[in-house]
């Protein structure tokens, strides 16, 4: 079964300084990968996928295949980036229709002013 | 109200109880979703709902019982639960493979 893995439960950085979350995934295929976030009292929302290969808030991810990673990086940190961060697989059913999202057990990010 | 609202946002219940959450996306999405977050476990998906039609169970115990009435509404039945199913409990609707779109969820206390 496919499985993803963030090994930082916490992680702090002085504002200014860059970030990179980490995210591990175990899947022979070809995965699509996200990254959501969820800031204090608001609810989980999608922060980028791999296949859009946008720079969302000044965060960006690249998917790794040889390392089998996924890992989020922003070169200088924001106060208003503290919230927690969950890297998320999924393994494209054929046609259409809903999917399944494999959650890790996210990081929380602290954002030292 | 738009996007994903859940109801209730807190839910206290003893084991012998009965009761149901309730989930409603204004999105008009074909596909909702119920998740579990616990404190110590990733958060993970237990139904799947397309086009009303469940097509995932990921080996969730009969004590809890989805029902999906239309493509807006999604509900979740309990009863005898364990206090090991205290939880926040998410409910996420999306248009087919586009983004999931998360509710605030309801935090369930099992006495």
């Known amino acids: 079964a496919q499985r993803v893995t963030q090994p930082e439960k916490l992680l702090s950085v002085f504002k200014g300084a860059p970030v990179e979350l980490k995210c591990n995934y175990s899947y022979s295929g070809s995965p699509e990968l996200f990254w959501y976030v969820q800031y204090s009292r608001q609810r989980l929302q999608l922060l980028l996928r791999?296949?859009s290969r946008e720079s969302i808030k000044g965060f960006t991810a690249d998917l790794n295949k040889g390392e089998t990673s996924f890992h989020l990086k922003k070169p200088f940190a924001q106060e208003e980036d503290s919230a927690m961060y969950y890297c998320?697989?999924?393994?494209?059913?054929?046609?259409?229709?809903?999917?399944?999202?494999?959650f890790g057990k996210g990081t929380k990010l602290s954002v030292i002013p | 109200e738009t996007g994903v609202t859940q109801t209730p946002r807190h839910l206290v219940m003893g084991m012998t109880n009965k009761k149901s959450l309730k989930c409603e996306q204004h999105l008009g999405h074909n596909a909702m979703y119920w998740y579990k977050q616990s404190a110590k476990k990733p958060l993970e998906l237990m139904f799947v709902?397309?086009?009303?039609?469940?097509?995932e169970n990921n080996s969730v115990p009969s004590r809890f019982s989805p029902e999906c009435p239309n493509s807006s509404h999604l509900f979740l039945h309990l009863h005898t639960l364990q206090p090991e199913d205290s939880a926040l409990y998410l409910c996420?609707?999306?248009?087919?493979?586009?983004?999931?779109?998360f509710g605030p969820g309801t935090r369930l206390t099992v006495l």
């Open positions: 996420a609707s999306s248009q087919d493979r586009e983004e999931q779109f």
């Open positions: 998320a697989l999924v393994i494209p059913p054929p046609g259409a229709g809903s999917y399944q999202l494999t």
């Open positions: 709902y397309n086009f009303k039609e469940q097509t």
């Open positions: 791999h296949i």
